[in-house]
């Protein structure tokens, strides 16, 4: 995928973020201008993306859907501002910058997060576009389902209960499943509901999503082993500084990326229900394996 088209999207998502999210001349604005401090300070926009191309690929228009795609990022981002808090992960840099508890404190950091997951529940019940009520109600379940107890919080938590231990793949793709893979299961189906998509196209893409989120974590699990902090945009190493399994730990660095590739393969025979159109999904899977932050 060229860069220019993920840059245009990208830009929309930005834009949408920026009108979304409370302005920080509003109070309280210690909140609020945390809140856009992790929310707006960069970030590859990857779930959001998936979001906007998923309803693409149905037919429907990539704009019906930036609510939505706007939605995943806050969750994403309230993800990101909570796991680097002491009491998790205790990271200082998250996309080249401090993180949100290093420039706010720890307690504007919880709200911050607290603050962002709310937002995201209320943007998809405030920017519906006219005559996608009930399908911007299923869309908010997706997102519910995958950042509850069976999703992400509940892979942060398998994540968490499994430092220091020894586990092997099926364990840890249990956790990767949930942690990481949930949500961008959850953005590729949320798009292509909005989309107007049918059940044979909201399955294709949900096999997609699951192939894509576990190639996407080892992917991570490999930058974090081998990327330079200035381009990771976050510090290297942290996986092992907190004793956590990862692929590279568990069955060597090569054997981690063919996993990647034959999970990014299996990504791209998920689109075959979808022809040519579902070639701006498979470029996109092949780009994240390329990335190198």
């Given at each position: 995928m060229?860069?220019?088209e993920l840059q245009f999207y990208k830009e929309k998502i930005e834009e949408g973020l920026s009108n979304y999210l409370p302005s920080i001349s509003s109070l309280p604005n210690?909140?609020?201008?945390?809140?856009?401090y992790s929310v707006c300070g960069g970030g590859k926009r990857v779930r959001g993306i998936l979001t906007l191309l998923a309803s693409q690929v149905v037919d429907g228009p990539w704009s019906d859907a930036l609510p939505a795609a706007c939605a995943v990022e806050m969750v994403h981002s309230y993800s990101l501002i909570h796991d680097d808090?002491?009491?998790?992960d205790?990271?200082?840099?998250?996309?080249?910058?401090?993180?949100?508890?290093?420039v706010y404190?720890?307690?504007?950091?919880?709200?911050?997060?607290?603050?962002?997951?709310?937002?995201?529940?209320?943007t998809m019940v405030s920017y519906v576009p006219t005559g996608l009520e009930t399908c911007y109600w299923r869309a908010l379940r997706e997102l519910v389902n995958a950042s509850n107890t069976q999703g992400m919080i509940g892979g942060q938590v398998l994540d968490l209960e499994a430092e220091g231990k020894k586990l092997n793949l099926t364990e840890?793709?249990?956790?990767?499943?949930?942690?990481?893979?949930?949500?961008?299961r959850a953005a590729l189906r949320m798009g292509g509901i909005i989309g107007g998509g049918?059940?044979?196209?909201?399955?294709?893409?949900?096999?997609?999503?699951?192939?894509l989120g576990l190639a996407f974590q080892i992917t991570d699990d490999l930058l974090d082993q081998e990327a330079k902090p200035i381009v990771l945009g976050k510090a290297v190493g942290s996986d092992l500084?907190?004793?956590?399994?990862?692929?590279?730990?568990?069955?060597?660095?090569?054997?981690?990326h063919r996993l990647a590739a034959l999970e990014v393969d299996k990504a791209c025979r998920a689109l075959h229900p979808f022809g040519e159109k579902g070639r701006l999904l498979w470029r996109f899977a092949e780009y994240l394996l390329q990335r190198d932050h």
């Amino acid at each position: 995928m060229a860069l220019t088209e993920l840059q245009f999207y990208k830009e929309k998502i930005e834009e949408g973020l920026s009108n979304y999210l409370p302005s920080i001349s509003s109070l309280p604005n210690i909140l609020h201008e945390a809140m856009r401090y992790s929310v707006c300070g960069g970030g590859k926009r990857v779930r959001g993306i998936l979001t906007l191309l998923a309803s693409q690929v149905v037919d429907g228009p990539w704009s019906d859907a930036l609510p939505a795609a706007c939605a995943v990022e806050m969750v994403h981002s309230y993800s990101l501002i909570h796991d680097d808090l002491p009491c998790m992960d205790d990271d200082a840099l998250r996309r080249g910058k401090p993180t949100n508890h290093r420039v706010y404190g720890e307690a504007i950091a919880l709200l911050a997060g607290d603050a962002l997951l709310t937002q995201a529940i209320g943007t998809m019940v405030s920017y519906v576009p006219t005559g996608l009520e009930t399908c911007y109600w299923r869309a908010l379940r997706e997102l519910v389902n995958a950042s509850n107890t069976q999703g992400m919080i509940g892979g942060q938590v398998l994540d968490l209960e499994a430092e220091g231990k020894k586990l092997n793949l099926t364990e840890l793709k249990e956790i990767h499943k949930r942690k990481t893979g949930a949500l961008i299961r959850a953005a590729l189906r949320m798009g292509g509901i909005i989309g107007g998509g049918g059940e044979t196209a909201i399955e294709a893409l949900s096999n997609y999503g699951e192939a894509l989120g576990l190639a996407f974590q080892i992917t991570d699990d490999l930058l974090d082993q081998e990327a330079k902090p200035i381009v990771l945009g976050k510090a290297v190493g942290s996986d092992l500084r907190n004793q956590k399994s990862t692929y590279p730990g568990i069955v060597g660095t090569d054997e981690s990326h063919r996993l990647a590739a034959l999970e990014v393969d299996k990504a791209c025979r998920a689109l075959h229900p979808f022809g040519e159109k579902g070639r701006l999904l498979w470029r996109f899977a092949e780009y994240l394996l390329q990335r190198d932050h």
